[in-house]
């Protein structure tokens, strides 16, 4: 970890913020602004311009001129840019974390470790893979053969939530951009910053004008940016209900679509697994980011032997978490993104307690000292949970824990299947014939064993049934990017039919 820039604290106040198009910062003909606020202290940051239809023809006008030169360039010289950028990303790695928890309200103690990092790998890994990546040659002898050439799509609108801004971003340029395509970036209208930033250190890097480009709004924005006849591919990090609008949307013309959407994935604890191990996931994988992670195994399922040290032990853990001002090192814990995300998940909170399950610990809102003016709520367990209970099958996106007991392989199987979402799941045993028999079963895009929210660029991530459409990192997320030309050459003749 980095020491931390100071650069940017609680206090701090930004002039009005932009739309970023053609490698600089455009003003918006709207004359629309929205607040962008801290939640540590609800004090708003800056105002941020909206950008309306003008701004969204000039980002995808420039992303589809810049397109011409960018997909024709040498695969090694985007590598290089690529490569450079994330250089750069991870020096300013102090600087960049505390924007990012200022924007957010996320700890510096996760922003300075995880958040440019990780989107840094990702540019990293792109850029490295993409050289090695060609087409196929096919023979079809006596007189042909066929060439595969493995082709950019074009100008790529990238759309953003709120809980990783700045990696997020970096998870849809990087493959983009290395597969030679450009790309219109529209982040969270709750965290509008550190995308900017990104953008600056493209063109710091020399990636050129037009290539990357970021426009600021909410789902007015998106909306009209997806429905951009020059956009040929929409990739949507975001809910489950907004992926559904964005397909319908892209749909009316066929323009390819990667959904990244919501979870309510299970953890699997077996009486035969390493405790502690399971412990340390379930907790991480519970209230990491104030439990803002798509991919958080908000149902947690412990076997009947296990389950009441279990809970305990959940509990005393819980409320040791040290909760309060993301700028100050030691928290653990910030608050939520936004006064309206801090009223949903205290709505949840309240339906917990009602619900009948046992409330262990957490789940209140803060309401003396410092912290009051913020969006902090404890974090929660709630043990003996039902199946149906709506904070159990709903996602919450919040410090959240719902702990339920089960009695067989089979049944734990069925219940955690038992839920439209399929991001990801997790078994803790230490039995290698359980471990794969119920990793297979589970029904997720990525099924952790003994581990939990490992995210590697090497592998794929995303999501099966309604969590989502297609692939992020890995070389999956090449296909994604590229599409397929077939170009069969005739050696001979051509017969005369007619
Ligand atoms: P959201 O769906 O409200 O917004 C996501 C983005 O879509 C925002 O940029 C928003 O402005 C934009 N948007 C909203 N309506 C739109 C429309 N009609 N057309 C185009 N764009 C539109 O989600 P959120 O509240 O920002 O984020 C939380 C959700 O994101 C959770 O459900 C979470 O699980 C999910 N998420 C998923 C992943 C993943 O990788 N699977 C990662 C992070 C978050």
């Not at 985007?78 to 490569?83: A, D, F, T």
Request: hydrophobic share 40%; proline share 6%.
């Amino acid at each position: 970890m980095t020491s931390p820039a100071n650069k940017y604290g609680p206090e701090t106040s930004l002039p009005v913020q932009q739309s970023y198009v053609n490698g600089a910062y455009l003003p918006s003909k709207t004359g629309e602004t929205f607040e962008n606020r801290y939640p540590g202290n609800d004090e708003v940051i800056c105002e941020v311009e909206v950008a309306g239809q003008a701004e969204i023809d000039a980002a995808v006008t420039a992303a589809s001129d810049a397109f011409e030169s960018w997909s024709q360039s040498p695969a090694a010289e985007r590598s290089e840019i690529l490569l450079s950028a994330a250089s750069i990303l991870r020096s300013r790695n102090s600087e960049l974390a505390e924007l990012e928890s200022l924007d957010t309200g996320k700890p510096i103690a996760e922003t300075s470790v995880v958040d440019v990092i990780t989107g840094a790998e990702v540019i990293e890994y792109f850029a490295k893979v993409i050289q090695a990546i060609g087409g196929r040659h096919v023979d079809l002898p006596p007189a042909a053969f066929a060439l595969m050439r493995r082709e950019p799509l074009g100008v790529c609108a990238g759309i953003g939530a709120w809980n990783y801004p700045i990696q997020i971003a970096m998870w849809k340029s990087g493959p983009a951009l290395a597969c030679g395509n450009t790309m219109v970036f529209k982040p969270a209208e709750q965290t509008p910053l550190t995308a900017l930033r990104l953008a600056e250190i493209y063109t710091e890097a020399g990636l050129p004008a037009g290539v990357f480009n970021v426009v600021q709004g909410a789902a007015g924005t998106g909306s009209a940016l997806v429905s951009h006849p020059g956009v040929a591919k929409v990739t949507l990090t975001g809910s489950v209900e907004t992926g559904k609008i964005v397909l319908e949307q892209a749909a009316r013309e066929l323009k390819k679509v990667t959904l990244e959407l919501g979870g309510k994935s299970p953890i699997v604890v077996f009486d035969d697994a390493d405790f502690d191990n399971a412990l340390n996931a379930a907790l991480v994988g519970n209230f990491y980011s104030s439990g803002q992670v798509c991919s958080n195994g908000t149902r947690v399922f412990v076997h009947a032997p296990i389950y009441e040290e279990f809970v305990t032990q959940l509990a005393q853990r819980t409320q040791a978490i040290r909760v309060g001002d993301p700028f100050d090192p030691a928290t653990q814990m910030g608050p939520l993104v936004s006064r309206e995300h801090y009223e949903k998940v205290l709505g949840y909170m309240e339906l917990a307690r009602k619900s009948g399950a046992r409330h262990l610990c957490g789940g209140d809102a803060i309401s003396e000292g410092d912290l009051a003016r913020g969006y902090y709520v404890t974090p929660a367990v709630f043990a003996n949970c039902q199946d149906d209970m709506e904070f159990v099958k709903d996602e919450v996106f919040g410090p959240l824990m719902s702990v339920l007991p089960f009695e067989s392989e089979e049944e734990a199987i069925l219940r955690a299947n038992d839920t439209p979402f399929g991001l990801a799941a997790a078994v803790f045993t230490t039995r290698l014939d359980r471990a794969h028999r119920v990793a297979n079963a589970l029904r997720a895009g990525i099924v952790w064993i003994n581990a939990y929210n490992v995210t590697p660029p090497e592998v794929p991530f995303g999501g099966f049934k309604e969590s989502g459409l297609g692939r992020e990192n890995g070389l999956e997320a090449i296909e994604s990017y590229t599409q397929i030309k077939t170009i069969y050459t005739n050696l001979g003749g051509v017969e005369k039919t007619y």
